[in-house]
């Protein structure tokens, strides 16, 4: 494919591994959430200073909740005013404030 940076074998397998390592450490917050062990806000917190929780999905997030499946946390979503592929960095301080007044 046209466009892809040459990477040396060394760059390769230390970017396999940094992204690897950031897959662990998402799946090991969303089930922080899913047991509940980890808040709403907590995360949006460690985010403002983790580059690897801020490029967590919203939408993934918000379906990692106790009690809210995939068609709710749309819905809340769409009521809010999130994009379907908003990340947890870009989000605005009035967005935020909904979403943990909703959840905290």
Not at 3 to 26: F, I, M, N, S
Not at 48 to 69: F, H, N, Q, T
Request: proline share 2%; no cysteine; net charge positive.
């Amino acid at each position: 494919m046209a466009g892809l940076p040459q990477l040396t074998d060394e760059q390769r397998r230390a970017a396999l591994a940094k992204a690897a390592e950031a897959r662990r450490v998402r799946a090991e917050v969303k089930d922080l959430l899913k047991m509940g062990s980890l808040s709403l806000s907590e995360l949006l917190e460690q985010a403002d200073g983790d580059i690897i929780l801020a490029k967590m999905k919203v939408l993934a997030v918000l379906e990692s909740l106790p009690k809210l499946g995939k068609v709710k946390a749309r819905r809340t979503m769409d009521e809010v005013g999130i994009s379907d592929s908003r990340r947890l960095r870009g989000l605005g301080t009035q967005q935020r404030a909904e979403l943990v007044s909703r959840f905290g």
